[in-house]
Structure formats: structure tokens, C-alpha cells
């Protein structure tokens, strides 16, 4: 008995090509939402640590300026000499700087270590260095660099000092037996400098702890 021979048919050059075409297009769009995945992941990772990075430095600003005024074994409220002239809180007239003084050695007495700053520099906040000048007008040309600009970029670093007085009999007239409550405004803007298109920007107030007492 004879068997039919059944015709194999093969794959014809052009289906071959449609194939290969297809896949590629596959491959190109599988690709492009890998690609922009990364993309995305990057932006958020890099948006993360701006904003870790910028309220960890706010932290630290926070933390000392919050010990304004703060004096060793005070014997009178009314004599802190940490809130003399030339030590008292201030912003020297200027939106981007303020100097502070407390008593960090824990001795009583007003020395150079004593005393601190924070400022606007060059692409950076600047804090002030033992010895050198303590103040913020004329900007200062010796302070250091608390931020690196090789990592952050700071276009903005502003403070806003606010005092309200109140007297002992409550009419704010006669200015004696003064208290002065103090607050400070602090708002830091910047960016990544591998990446310029996401700014931030954080603001804090700040109440300064120790009030000041003028007899």
C-alpha cells in the first residue's frame, strides 16, 4: 500500500523578517520602561536624600541656637551675660546670618568658644570657627563651610529675628523689669548638585528657650 508524501512547508524570508521586526520593537519598548524606571527610582532616591540631608543640617542649626542665652550656675537672671551687647542674639541687620552666644564650657563666663554663628555663603551655610570674627555685618570672610557644595547646592538660606517684650505690670510702657521673648525664622533652600531640577525647601521657627531679663 503506498503511503502520501504530505509537502512540509517552511518559513518564507519575509515572515522571517516581520518576526525579527516585531521582536524588536518589543525589545525596544520593554527597554524604554526599564530605562524610564531607573529614571524614576533615581529622582526619587536623589529628592529622599536632599530632603534628609537639608532637615538633618536644620536639626543641627535648631539644636544651637535653642541654647541661646543658656548660662552656667546663673546667680541672676537679670546680669546673663550672654545676652549682653555683643553676645545677645541678632541677625546684625542682615537676613542671612545670626550669632549667638551660651555657655558651652560650662564655666560662667563669656569666652571666645562661647560664641556661634550661622551664615550664607558662596553655594553653602557657613558656621563660625573658635576665634574668628563674631559678627554678621560686614560678612565675614573667615567662617567655614558647614555644607559642601560639591554635594548641595544652597541658593537660599534666610532668618528673620522676632522679639516680643513684655514688662512686669503688663502696660509695655515704662520699660523696666522687661522679659523678652525670642523667636527665630530660618528657611534653607537647595538641590542636589547631580541634580538641578529638584529644589527644596524647609522652614523652621525656632523659640529661643532662655529669655532674656532686662531690669
Known amino acids: 500500500m503506498l503511503t502520501s508524501i504530505k509537502k512540509q512547508h517552511g518559513v518564507s524570508l519575509i515572515e522571517i523578517l516581520v518576526g525579527l521586526s516585531i521582536s524588536m520593537i518589543i525589545a525596544v519598548a520593554v527597554l524604554g520602561i526599564f530605562s524610564n524606571s531607573i529614571d524614576g527610582s533615581q529622582q526619587v532616591l536623589g529628592t529622599g536624600k536632599l530632603e534628609r540631608d537639608l532637615n538633618a543640617i536644620m ?4 539644636a544651637d541656637v535653642q541654647r541661646t542665652g543658656y548660662w552656667f550656675n546663673a546667680t541672676s537672671s537679670s546680669t546673663n551675660p550672654f545676652f549682653a551687647a555683643g553676645t ?13 552666644a551660651y555657655d ?6 563669656v569666652t571666645d568658644s562661647d560664641k556661634f554663628g550661622y551664615r550664607m555663603g558662596t553655594s553653602a551655610i557657613q ?8 559678627a554678621c555685618s560686614p560678612a565675614p570672610s573667615d567662617w567655614v563651610n558647614l555644607t559642601d557644595p560639591n554635594t548641595i547646592i544652597i541658593t537660599a538660606f534666610t ?11 503688663d502696660t509695655n510702657t515704662n520699660g523696666t523689669d522687661t ?4 523667636t527665630l525664622t530660618i528657611t534653607m533652600s537647595g538641590y542636589l548638585k547631580t541634580n ?3 529644589t527644596k525647601t524647609i522652614t523652621r521657627t ?9 531690669p
Open 159 to 169: 532668618t528673620s529675628l522676632t522679639s516680643v517684650a513684655i514688662d512686669s505690670n
Open 59 to 62: 536639626d543641627g542649626i535648631v
Open 206 to 214: 525656632i523659640k529661643v528657650y532662655n529669655n532674656k531679663f532686662s
Open 127 to 134: 558656621f563660625r570657627p573658635t576665634g574668628s570674627t563674631f
Open 104 to 109: 558651652r564650657n560650662q564655666d560662667g563666663a
Open 196 to 198: 538641578s531640577a529638584t
Open 88 to 100: 545677645d542674639i541678632t541677625d546684625g541687620g542682615t537676613t542671612n546670618c545670626v550669632t549667638f
Open 179 to 182: 522679659t523678652s521673648y525670642r
